[in-house]
C-alpha cells in the first residue's frame, strides 16, 4: 500500500468542545502552532456556529494557515451553520466546510425525530449548498454520524452517500461516534463504503474510543480504504476522547507505513496540551504516559537491560527517542523485580557491584519493597552499604592490632570470643592466619585494592578492599571492605566475606 495516511486533527474542535474550559483564539494558535511543527495535513479549527468565540477562533487560524494545510469549520446540516462555517474559514489558502447529520436508525427516531427520507433530503441539499458556496475554491467533506451504529441501515447510508459525493462532497467522513461493538464490524462497514465510492473520494474514519479501542479501529480502517484519519492530540475529545494521533501514528509507522509527522515532536507537544487543557497524562498512558518507560519484574528487566542499547527493545514498542522522549526505560524495584534492576541502580548511581553482588542482595530488597513497596534509589544504596560493606552475621570483629608483622585480633563467632595473634606475609596473609587457627576455613582466591574517590562512597572512606574467597562447594563469592585505612579495609572485607559465606552455606567452621 504506498498511499500516504492523511492526519486530520480535531484537537480544537471535538477536543476542544470536551473541555471544561474551552480554550480562546489565543491558545488555539499557540496549539495550531504546533500542529504545523508537528506536519499534520488538515486542521479542524472549530465549530464556527457554536460561539463567537470558535468563530473568531476559525477566522484567525484560517488567516495565518500556511497553504500546505487544510482547515475546516464543523457545521450542522442548517444553512445557517453552513454559511458560519464558509465564511470563518475564508482566509485560508486551502479550506473545508465540514457538515453532518445522523443516519443512525436510532438516532434519526429518538433524537433527531426524522424519518431517513427527511435525513437523506437534509443531507444531500446541505452539501448542495456547501458546493455551491466553495466552488472550486474549497472541499466540502460530509460525516455520518454515528455511522458505527449504521450496520442494519448500511445500504440505505451508501445509496445516500452516493447521492451526496454527486451533490460535491469530496471526503467522506465515517465517525464511530460512540464506540460500542467489535472493531471488525466497524472495518466491515468502512470497506463497504470504500467499495461503493468513487475512487477519487477520500474516505474518512473519525472513532471515537468509548471502549478503549480507537487507536485499533482507526488504524485497520487505515487498511480498510481510510485515508484520512481523524484524530486528537492526547486523544481528547468527547466522553472517553478521539483517537490519540500519536498511537496511531506510531502504530502505522510501525506497520511499515510512512507516516508524514514530525514523530520528534510528540513528546513535547503532549506535555504542552496536559497542560493547556489541564487534563492529567494517565500514568500508564501508551507512549507518552509517565510510567509507560517502566519496568519492574524480574524478567521485564533483564530484557530490557540486555536491549537496551538495540533500536527494538525486547519490552518497548518504539525506542524512546523516536518520540522525543528523554527519558529512557526505568527500572522500579518492588518485590516483583530481580537482580538486574539492583546491578543497574547500583552501578547507574556510580558504585562499584558485580552481578553476583546484586544475585546475594536482591532477596534483602526484596523483604524491604514486600513491606513498603517500590524502593527509591537512596533505599536501594542503603541495602547495598549494609549488604555489602557491612555484612551481619555469625562473626564479629571486635578489635585488631597490628604491631609490625604481627597481627593481633579479637573476634567472636556467635558468642565464643577469639583473641588471636599470628604473623604472616603482611597483616591479609596474618589475619586469614589466625582465623583458620581459631578452626575456621578461610581460603582467599583473589586480592585486590581500590583507591576511591571520597565523595562517592562518603564518610571519608578512600580504600576498598576485593577478595574473593572460596565457598564451600569450590565456588567463589566475592567481598569488600571500606575504610580510611587500608588495613582496617582488607580485614572488613575478611569479616565480611566470612559472614557472607557463613549467611550463605552456614559452613565456615571446619
Ligand atoms: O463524533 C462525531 O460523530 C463527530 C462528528 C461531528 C464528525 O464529531
Ligand atoms: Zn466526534
Not at 83 to 99: C, D, F, G, N
Not at 102 to 116: C, D, G, H, I, Q
Request: aromatic share 8%; glycine share 6%; proline share 4%.
Amino acid at each position: 500500500m504506498n498511499r500516504m495516511p492523511f492526519f486530520y486533527d480535531i484537537t480544537l474542535r471535538d477536543g476542544n468542545q470536551s473541555l471544561k474550559k474551552p480554550w480562546n483564539t489565543y491558545e488555539k494558535e499557540i496549539i495550531f502552532k504546533h500542529l504545523t511543527e508537528l506536519g499534520v495535513q488538515g486542521v479542524e479549527a472549530g465549530f464556527a456556529a457554536a460561539s463567537d468565540m470558535d468563530y473568531e477562533a476559525c477566522t484567525h487560524l484560517a488567516s495565518i494557515a500556511p497553504d500546505n494545510i487544510v482547515i475546516s469549520a464543523l457545521a450542522r446540516c442548517v444553512e445557517n451553520d453552513i454559511l458560519k462555517a464558509y465564511e470563518s474559514i475564508k482566509p485560508a489558502p486551502k479550506k473545508r466546510i465540514h457538515t453532518f447529520i445522523a443516519m443512525s436508525p436510532f438516532n434519526m427516531e429518538y433524537v433527531l425525530n426524522k424519518t431517513p427520507e427527511q435525513v437523506r433530503k437534509q443531507a444531500i441539499e446541505a452539501v448542495n449548498f456547501a458546493k455551491n458556496l466553495m466552488g472550486n475554491n474549497g472541499e466540502v467533506q460530509f460525516s455520518v454520524e454515528h455511522f458505527g451504529d449504521c450496520r442494519e441501515n448500511i445500504d440505505f447510508v451508501i445509496d445516500t452517500l452516493q447521492e451526496i459525493v454527486k451533490a460535491g462532497a469530496n471526503v467522506i467522513n465515517l465517525p464511530n461516534t460512540v464506540e460500542r461493538t467489535r472493531p471488525k464490524t466497524f472495518i466491515e462497514l468502512v470497506e463497504k463504503v470504500y467499495n461503493a465510492l468513487p475512487k477519487d473520494v477520500i474516505i474518512s474514519v473519525h472513532n471515537h474510543n468509548d471502549l478503549g479501542m480507537a487507536t485499533a479501529v482507526t488504524v485497520e480502517s487505515y487498511f480498510a480504504g481510510a485515508v484520512q484519519l481523524e484524530c486528537a492530540l492526547n486523544g481528547l475529545g468527547e466522553r472517553a476522547g478521539n483517537t490519540n494521533m500519536y498511537e496511531v501514528a506510531v502504530a502505522l509507522y510501525n506497520s511499515g507505513v510512512e507516516v508524514p509527522l514530525n514523530l520528534s515532536k510528540i513528546y513535547e507537544l503532549a506535555l504542552t496540551i496536559s497542560d493547556m487543557s489541564k487534563v492529567k497524562i494517565y500514568e500508564k498512558a501508551p507512549l507518552i504516559g509517565p510510567d509507560a518507560l517502566a519496568h519492574r519484574s524480574g524478567i521485564h528487566q533483564d530484557g530490557a537491560v540486555k536491549t537496551k542499547d538495540m533500536q527494538k527493545g525486547a519490552y518497548r514498542p518504539i525506542h524512546p527517542s523516536l518520540i522525543g522522549r528523554k527519558d529512557d526505560e526505568k527500572l522500579g524495584f518492588t518485590s516483583q523485580s530481580g537482580k538486574t534492576a539492583i546491578y543497574e541502580i547500583i552501578t547507574e548511581a556510580g558504585y562499584p557491584i558485580t552481578l553476583q553482588e546484586a544475585q546475594r542482595i536482591a532477596p534483602f530488597a526484596k523483604e524491604t519493597a514486600e513491606k513498603i513497596g517500590e524502593l527509591s534509589t537512596k533505599n536501594i544504596i542503603d541495602i547495598y552499604f549494609n549488604q555489602v560493606f557491612n555484612v551481619q552475621g555469625a562473626f564479629t570483629l571486635c578489635s585488631m592490632e597490628k604491631l609490625q608483622d604481627n597481627i593481633s585480633l579479637h573476634f567472636k563467632y556467635n558468642d565464643k570470643e577469639y583473641d588471636i595473634k599470628l604473623s604472616g606475609n603482611g597483616p591479609v596473609d596474618a589475619c586469614i592466619k589466625a582465623i583458620q587457627k581459631a578452626g575456621f576455613n578461610c581460603e582467599l582466591l583473589h586480592y585486590e585494592q581500590q583507591a576511591l574517590n571520597e565523595e562517592i562512597m562518603g564518610s571519608g572512606a578512600t580504600a576498598m578492599s576485593i577478595m574473593h574467597f572460596k565457598t564451600p562447594n569450590g565456588d567463589s563469592v566475592i567481598s569488600r571492605g571500606l575504610d580510611e585505612s587500608t588495613i582496617k579495609a582488607n580485614i572488613k572485607a575478611i569479616f565480611n566475606g566470612l559472614n557472607i559465606i557463613e549467611n550463605l552455606y552456614s559452613k565456615t567452621k571446619g
